[in-house]
């Protein structure tokens, strides 16, 4: 069952107030005043949807009373019903110059005063209702729309992050995402050693490196006043102005867990690159230093080669053998050079196996890096907000 409509009733009169009082009370909640003045108070903490008031009081009358009331203290809230014993053209139209809803002549019947004050009534309650709905649907638009701008803004933010090239270029990213968050952060990396980071490169005051040296391993959200700390395995970040409305924090909380994410994988996949690319310089100065042993090889198994069949052959006559003997060593140092000069190739074929892979990673990093524009590293992160540490 809905709740009773308030009525409050204004006239000078005693008598008159208590009777207007027993014909509603059943229907409505009443209160009394006995002037503008204290109508005036009473409204301050009592909010009718009808005032019944008289005309003609001492002091402000009704007139005067119901102006200052539909202008100033309830404007749209309520009905103001006037009340006169002069029922004439005149003061109907004052009536309705100052605002009032209705203009009652006295003598009136209570019945058509009960059956008026209900229809009033129940419109201004439906009229409340309607209002309370009609702000309830903006809010909820203004929330879907503040949701799908941070949708937006955590897909620009991927978008940018895929960009970056490095370790600074992903942190300026990170606080220009937070800049246009409206939050104050700071961030901290946490790979072969500990790195702290403020907006522009400056650096965090010692209490916040302890903040982060404490808390990065409390859980993914640690909430501390209006402050909180986001943690992944390698990174951490810092929010220092959480919002106070529960539906704003847990927006910036879901967005928080969001960016983290993406900062941690980004931050892996830079340093897996890194480690890539160390390999390929190391398999590089590899082969190089392979290819240099090699051609030294070659050339010392020429030398060898030549050298020996040098030396054997000036020495067949002091070696006293026939020349079947002769013929014998010959041809097997012959057969062994030969077996020797067979790995050239094989040799040639391998460095020209890992030369091409070398060639084929060096076109990939190449392709990756002009596929991707370069990262804006030049942001502006000042703010008239103070840092809260």
Same mark, same amino acid.
């Given at each position: 069952?809905? !709740?009773?409509?308030?009525?409050?009733?204004?006239?000078?009169?005693?008598?008159?107030?208590?009777?207007?009082?027993?014909?509603? +009370?059943?229907?409505?909640?009443?209160?009394?005043?006995?002037?503008?003045? @204290?109508?005036?108070?009473?409204?301050?903490?009592?909010?009718?949807?009808?005032?019944?008031?008289?005309?003609?009081?001492?002091?402000?009358?009704?007139?005067?009373?119901? &102006?200052?009331?539909?202008?100033?203290?309830?404007?749209?809230?309520?009905?103001?019903?006037?009340?006169?014993?002069?029922?004439?053209?005149?003061?109907?139209?004052?009536?309705?110059?100052?605002?009032?809803?209705?203009?009652?002549?006295?003598?009136?019947?209570?019945?058509?005063?009960?059956?008026?004050? @209900?229809?009033?009534?129940?419109?201004?309650?439906?009229?409340?209702?309607?209002?309370?709905?009609?702000?309830?649907?903006?809010?909820?638009?203004?929330?879907?729309?503040?949701?799908?701008?941070?949708?937006?803004?955590?897909?620009?933010?991927?978008?940018?992050?895929?960009?970056?090239?490095?370790?600074?270029?992903?942190?300026?990213?990170?606080?220009?995402?937070?800049?246009?968050? #409206? %939050?104050?952060?700071?961030?901290?990396?946490?790979?072969?050693? %500990?790195?702290?980071? #403020?907006?522009?490169?400056?650096?965090?005051?010692?209490?916040?490196?302890?903040?982060?040296?404490?808390?990065?391993?409390?859980?993914?959200?640690?909430?501390?006043?209006?402050?909180?700390?986001?943690?992944?395995?390698?990174?951490?970040?810092?929010? +220092?102005?959480?919002?106070?409305?529960?539906? &704003?924090?847990?927006?910036?909380?879901?967005?928080?867990?969001?960016?983290?994410?993406?900062?941690?994988?980004?931050?892996?996949?830079?340093?897996?690159?890194?480690? %890539?690319?160390?390999?390929?310089?190391?398999?590089?100065?590899?082969?190089?230093?392979?290819?240099?042993?090699?051609?030294?090889?070659?050339?010392?198994?020429?030398?060898?080669?030549?050298?020996?069949?040098?030396?054997?052959?000036?020495?067949?006559?002091?070696?006293?053998?026939?020349?079947?003997?002769?013929?014998?060593?010959?041809?097997?140092?012959?057969?062994?050079? +030969?077996?020797?000069?067979?790995?050239?190739? +094989?040799?040639?074929?391998?460095?020209?196996?890992?030369?091409?892979?070398?060639?084929?990673?060096?076109?990939?990093?190449?392709?990756?890096?002009?596929?991707?524009?370069?990262? !804006?590293?030049?942001?502006?992160?000042?703010?008239?907000?103070?840092?809260?540490?």
């Amino acid at each position: 069952m809905a !709740d009773k409509a308030k009525v409050l009733i204004v006239d000078d009169e005693q008598a008159v107030r208590d009777m207007i009082t027993a014909a509603l +009370k059943p229907f409505f909640v009443c209160e009394q005043a006995d002037s503008a003045t @204290q109508a005036y108070d009473i409204l301050e903490h009592f909010t009718p949807q009808v005032v019944l008031m008289d005309i003609s009081m001492p002091g402000i009358d009704g007139l005067a009373a119901c &102006e200052k009331i539909k202008t100033e203290l309830s404007p749209t809230n309520c009905a103001v019903f006037l009340v006169s014993g002069y029922n004439n053209l005149d003061m109907r139209l004052r009536a309705f110059d100052v605002g009032a809803d209705d203009f009652i002549a006295k003598p009136f019947q209570m019945k058509e005063l009960i059956t008026k004050v @209900q229809k009033v009534s129940e419109f201004i309650q439906s009229q409340t209702i309607l209002k309370a709905s009609e702000q309830e649907s903006i809010t909820l638009a203004l929330s879907s729309m503040q949701q799908a701008s941070h949708y937006s803004l955590v897909m620009q933010f991927f978008k940018l992050l895929n960009q970056c090239r490095n370790q600074k270029q992903v942190v300026n990213q990170f606080f220009s995402t937070m800049k246009q968050l #409206g %939050m104050l952060s700071s961030i901290m990396i946490n790979q072969e050693t %500990m790195q702290f980071y #403020g907006p522009n490169e400056t650096q965090i005051s010692p209490i916040e490196q302890n903040i982060f040296e404490l808390l990065c391993t409390k859980g993914r959200l640690h909430h501390f006043g209006r402050r909180l700390i986001v943690n992944e395995k390698n990174v951490s970040f810092l929010i +220092k102005n959480m919002p106070e409305s529960p539906e &704003e924090s847990g927006a910036i909380q879901d967005i928080s867990v969001a960016i983290i994410e993406g900062v941690e994988s980004k931050l892996l996949d830079l340093a897996r690159q890194q480690a %890539m690319e160390q390999i390929v310089l190391d398999i590089t100065s590899g082969i190089s230093s392979l290819q240099n042993i090699s051609d030294e090889y070659k050339s010392l198994i020429l030398d060898v080669t030549n050298d020996l069949n040098q030396q054997i052959s000036s020495s067949f006559h002091i070696l006293d053998l026939t020349e079947e003997q002769e013929l014998f060593i010959a041809n097997l140092i012959a057969k062994e050079a +030969k077996k020797l000069s067979a790995l050239e190739p +094989k040799m040639d074929l391998l460095k020209s196996n890992l030369t091409n892979v070398i060639e084929q990673t060096d076109k990939y990093f190449a392709m990756e890096k002009t596929s991707l524009p370069e990262a !804006d590293t030049n942001i502006d992160f000042s703010t008239n907000k103070p840092e809260l540490f």
